[in-house]
C-alpha cells in the first residue's frame, strides 16, 4: 500500500529507464519482505514444535473469516452452535482477526483471573478515540490499579450508601414523567436515570446548566459509539469526536470551579482530584476527563438494559410481579408509619426483589462476552493460544448452559436459592477488570423497581418478542410501554 502510493506520486515526473527499474526493484522487494515477513511470522506463532495444536474451529474464508456468519444470525446461535461442534474453547475469524472463544468457567477465570497478565484488554481505535485513551479499562498494571482503587473508593457500599435519598428522588421524578398512559421508549427512558446516577456518583451536586450542556454533548458522543468511524463531515462519528472535546472543555471548567471555590464535593471528580501515586504525582485534567467519560459510558447503558430487562421479565410472569409486589409493599407502609425513603438495610433485604435482580442479569446476560489479547503465546489444556490473537471469554453461554442453569431459557429467580458452582455467574465480570460499580448498578436496579412497582402500573405495547442489540441487548423498539400512577389509597 505505501509502496504504491510512493510509485504513483513520482509517476507525474518524467520517467527514465533507471527510474524505472528502480521502482519496479522497489515493488518487488516490498513484495518479498512481506512474504517473507508473513510466512516467518506464521512460522514463528504456529509453536507447534513444542506439541501445542491451535483449538478446533473453522477460521471460515479469508480475511473476512466467520464474520458474515456472525451478524447474519442471532450472534447466540453463532456462539452455542460452535460450542456444541467444538467444545468449550474453539477458534474463529472475526473482522479480519483470528479469535479463541472460551465458553467454560475455567476457561473465563483462566483469562480474566489467574493468567490476567497474558492478556490485555483490548478495544476498537474508535471507542477509544471518543472515550479518551486513559480511560482505566484500556490498561493494565500500575497505572490501571492505581485509577480502579480510586473508582473502587468512591463506589463502594460507603460512599454510595448516602446517595440513597438523592437516588431515589431521580427514580420518582423519572417515573413520574412517565406516568399518563401515553407510550415511552422504556430504554431510553431508563438511559436518562442511569445518565443521572452516574452525573450524581461522578459529581455529587453538579450546576443546572453545566449538567445539561454536559448531557446533551454526551448524547452526541453517545450517537457516535455504535456508529460507522468515518471521519465525514457531518457523520455521526465525526460530529461525536466535536462534542467529545467540548465533554473536556465542560469538564475542565467544572475542575477549575472547584479548585477556585475550595469546593468539598463527594463523588469520582472529587476522589480524582486529591488522588496522588506512590510518587505522589497527581493526575492530569486528560486523565480526569477521559476517566469520567470512561466511567459515564461503562454505567449507562448496561444499567439501563437491565433495568429494561426486569421490567419485561415482571411484565411477563404476572405472579412474580405479585411476589415483588407484596415485599416492596411491605417495605413501603413501614417507611410511610415512621416517615423515612429506603435504607442501605432494606435494600439489603429484598429477598424476592434481589433473585429477580439476579435472574436478569443471567438471562438477559447484556454483556454476552468481552475481548482480551494475548501478549505472548500461551498454552491453554494442550492448547496454544497465539501472541496477538484475541480471546473471547463468553459469558452468556455459561449462563445459558444447562449443565449450570438447567431449563436455561426460563426466567426463575427461584435458581438463585440455591449457591452457584463457582466462575457460573459472571454478570460483571471476573479478575482485574471485573465491575467496579456493581454496588451502584444494583443499588440504582432496586431503587427503580421499590418506587415502580409500589406506586405504578405498566403495560406494554405490542406483543413483539424480539431481541434488539444496539449495543446491548434490548427488547425490541426498546420496550414501548405505557406507565400509570396507581392512586396509593387502593391497597
Ligand atoms: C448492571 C449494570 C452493569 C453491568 C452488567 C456491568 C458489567 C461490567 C463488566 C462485565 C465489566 C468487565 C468488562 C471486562 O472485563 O472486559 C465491567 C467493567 C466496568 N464497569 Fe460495569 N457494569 C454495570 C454497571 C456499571 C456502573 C453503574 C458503573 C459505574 C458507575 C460501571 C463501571 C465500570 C468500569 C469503570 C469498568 C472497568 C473496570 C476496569 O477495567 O478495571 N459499571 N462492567
Ligand atoms: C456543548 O458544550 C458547549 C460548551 O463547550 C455548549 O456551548 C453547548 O451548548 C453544548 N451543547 C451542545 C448541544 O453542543
Given amino acids: 500500500?505505501?509502496?504504491?502510493?510512493?510509485?504513483?506520486?513520482?509517476?507525474?515526473?518524467?520517467?527514465?529507464?533507471?527510474?524505472?527499474?528502480?521502482?519496479?526493484?522497489?515493488?518487488?522487494?516490498?513484495?518479498?519482505?512481506?512474504?517473507?515477513?508473513?510466512?516467518?511470522?506464521?512460522?514463528?506463532?504456529?509453536?507447534?514444535?513444542?506439541?501445542?495444536?491451535?483449538?478446533?474451529?473453522?477460521?471460515?474464508?479469508?480475511?473476512?473469516?466467520?464474520?458474515?456468519?456472525?451478524?447474519?444470525?442471532?450472534?447466540?446461535?453463532?456462539?452455542?452452535?460452535?460450542?456444541?461442534?467444538?467444545?468449550?474453547?474453539?477458534?474463529?475469524k472475526i473482522l479480519g482477526c483470528p479469535c479463541v472463544m472460551l465458553a467454560s468457567p475455567e476457561a473465563a477465570r483462566f483469562v480474566l483471573v489467574n493468567q490476567a497478565n497474558l492478556f490485555k484488554p483490548t478495544y476498537p481505535k474508535s471507542k477509544e478515540t471518543l472515550i479518551g485513551q486513559s480511560a482505566l479499562f484500556f490498561y493494565q498494571g500500575n497505572y490501571h490499579m492505581h485509577i480502579r482503587k480510586l473508582v473502587q473508593t468512591s463506589l463502594n457500599p460507603e460512599a454510595i450508601r448516602n446517595q440513597i435519598p438523592h437516588i431515589e428522588e431521580l427514580a420518582i421524578s423519572a417515573l413520574n414523567s412517565w406516568a399518563g398512559g401515553h407510550v415511552v421508549n422504556t430504554y431510553i427512558e431508563m438511559k436518562k436515570y442511569s445518565f443521572e446516577v452516574g452525573i450524581l456518583a461522578i459529581f455529587g451536586h453538579l450546576d443546572a446548566h453545566l449538567k445539561d450542556q454536559l448531557k446533551k454533548n454526551y448524547s452526541i458522543v453517545d450517537k457516535g459509539y455504535n456508529s460507522f468511524p468515518t471521519n465525514l463531515p457531518g457523520s455521526p462519528y465525526r460530529n461525536a469526536i466535536q462534542a467529545r472535546k467540548r465533554l473536556g472543555k465542560i469538564l475542565s471548567e467544572v475542575i477549575s470551579e472547584r479548585k477556585e471555590k475550595k469546593l468539598i464535593e463527594k463523588g469520582l471528580l472529587s476522589c480524582f482530584l486529591n488522588a496522588k501515586d506512590e510518587k505522589g504525582l497527581v493526575l492530569s485534567e486528560d486523565q480526569i476527563a477521559d476517566n469520567i467519560i470512561g466511567v459515564l459510558f461503562a454505567a449507562q447503558d448496561t444499567t439501563a438494559s437491565v433495568l429494561t430487562w426486569i421490567l419485561k421479565y415482571l411484565h411477563d410472569n404476572p405472579k412474580l410481579l405479585q411476589s415483588v409486589k407484596a415485599e416492596q409493599k411491605a417495605i413501603c407502609q413501614s417507611n410511610e408509619q415512621e416517615n423515612h425513603g429506603l435504607t442501605w438495610t432494606q435494600t439489603r433485604k429484598m429477598p424476592m426483589t434481589n433473585k429477580v435482580v439476579l435472574e436478569t442479569l443471567r438471562l438477559a446476560s447484556i454483556i454476552s462476552f468481552t475481548f482480551r489479547e494475548a501478549v505472548a503465546d500461551v498454552e491453554y489444556k494442550g492448547y496454544l493460544i497465539p501472541k496477538g490473537w484475541k480471546v473471547m471469554p463468553l459469558f452468556r453461554n455459561i449462563h445459558h448452559n444447562p449443565e449450570f442453569f438447567p431449563d436455561p431459557q426460563k426466567f426463575d429467580p427461584s435458581r438463585f436459592e440455591n449457591v452457584q458452582k463457582p466462575n457460573t455467574f459472571m454478570p460483571f465480570g471476573s479478575g482485574v477488570h471485573a465491575c467496579p460499580g456493581n454496588e451502584l448498578a444494583k443499588l440504582e436496579i432496586l431503587i427503580m423497581t421499590h418506587h415502580l412497582v409500589t406506586k405504578f402500573r405498566w403495560e406494554v405495547e405490542g406483543s413483539n418478542s424480539g431481541i434488539q442489540y444496539g449495543p446491548f441487548p434490548v427488547p425490541v423498539g426498546g420496550l414501548p410501554a405505557r406507565f400509570w400512577k396507581e392512586s396509593t389509597t387502593s391497597t
Fill in 1 to 92: 500500500m505505501l509502496a504504491f502510493c510512493y510509485i504513483s506520486s513520482v509517476a507525474k515526473r518524467k520517467m527514465t529507464n533507471f527510474d524505472l527499474f528502480f521502482y519496479m526493484f522497489i515493488f518487488f522487494l516490498t513484495i518479498f519482505l512481506y512474504y517473507f515477513f508473513v510466512i516467518t511470522r506464521n512460522k514463528k506463532s504456529s509453536s507447534q514444535r513444542k506439541g501445542y495444536k491451535l483449538p478446533p474451529g473453522s477460521m471460515g474464508w479469508p480475511y473476512i473469516g466467520e464474520t458474515l456468519q456472525l451478524y447474519s444470525q442471532d450472534p447466540n446461535i453463532f456462539f452455542i452452535n460452535r460450542q456444541r461442534r467444538y467444545g468449550e474453547i474453539f477458534k474463529t
